[in-house]
């Protein structure tokens, strides 16, 4: 009988302890800043960041497990530009997320966006509801609309393709939000938008941006220990898949994003790679990236 009491204990205490390693998906850093909203009190400002942090780490996301050191680091900085009412709220939001590189304390920027369509009510002390069946707010929809990209994002880069029901996700949401008065979420809208960019994702011609993401970072960066020269092999070999891209649709809103995140560490990956390498890297990114060209042309002056 003491036996068995003992064994039961065991198992809670085993239980307690699985329960405290596991973590949800998201660590998310939040900043809300109102500089910019005059006369009002500062408070609602404070509960709101509060609320949107909970929020983004507190719900579960996927069926996954994650470990605490597993979880995705992001952040999310919203500026708020106006308060037309007491909970009407008018602001930009920028979402960042970071993928740790194998053997090695750097993390990698995955994406680093900022949408101006963010238009959101919110009463103090209201907790953000979510539902995936239905649109229950502006508020909950674009952040869960941005948790669902950054995980499938994140997943797209350890697994060719691996983020596709979450991109899904990221669609359904969309599709909830198609009756809202709120901004962003429509295809008329602009070509620039939450709805074109999971649209885009989802799309074979954007097949090729996607494998990109596995072989640059789990076949590239994740292999620097290893084989500088042929992780750098496979970036390069990586990057070249979007000529089908930009050759369908030149300067197309997720490749744009893809580099604004990838630019500086594309020359930084390559600026000890030898001449002919570079030469090759220079005139690629001239093609499918002149955006950044100033940023390439860089890669000539280092040794």
């Known amino acids: 009988m003491l036996k068995h009491y003992y064994k039961l204990i065991l198992s809670f205490i085993l239980i307690l302890n699985a329960i405290s390693l596991s973590a949800q998906e998201l660590n998310c850093s939040v900043k809300v800043n109102a500089q910019q909203v005059q006369g009002t009190d500062r408070r609602v400002f404070e509960t709101l960041e509060k609320a949107i942090y909970e929020f983004m780490n507190n719900t579960r996301w996927t069926n996954d497990v994650f470990k605490v050191e597993e979880r995705i680091e992001c952040s999310l900085f919203i500026n708020v530009t106006d308060r037309p009412s007491v909970d009407d709220f008018k602001a930009t939001i920028q979402i960042q997320s970071r993928r740790p590189i194998y053997n090695s304390s750097y993390n990698s920027t995955i994406l680093n966006y900022f949408d101006n369509d963010f238009q959101f009510k919110y009463i103090e002390y209201q907790p953000i ?92 960066l994740d292999t620097m220990l290893e084989n500088q020269d042929e992780a750098r092999k496979e970036i390069l070999e990586a990057l070249k898949l979007i000529r089908s891209i930009h050759a369908i649709k030149p300067a197309s809103f997720n490749v744009q994003l893809f580099f604004n995140s990838k630019a500086d560490e594309i020359v930084n990956i390559f600026s000890v790679a030898y001449s002919d390498v570079k030469s090759q890297v220079i005139t690629l990114m001239t093609e499918i990236d002149p955006g950044n060209l100033a940023k390439y042309q860089k890669l000539n002056q280092m040794r």
């Not at 979510?130 to 697994?159: E, H, K, M, Q, R």
């Not at 990221?170 to 620039?192: L, M, P, Y």
């Open 129 to 220: 509801e979510f539902s995936i069946s239905t649109f229950t707010s502006n508020l909950a929809s674009v952040l869960a609309y941005y948790a669902y990209i950054i995980i499938a994002l994140d997943y797209d880069t350890y697994s060719q393709e691996g983020g596709t029901k979450y991109y899904q996700m990221a669609q359904q949401i969309v599709n909830n939000a198609q009756n809202t008065v709120e901004t962003g979420w429509k295809a008329f809208e602009s070509d620039r938008n939450r709805y074109w960019y999971v649209e885009n994702m989802l799309t074979q011609t954007f097949t090729p941006l996607r494998i990109c993401l596995y072989r640059y970072h789990r076949k590239g």
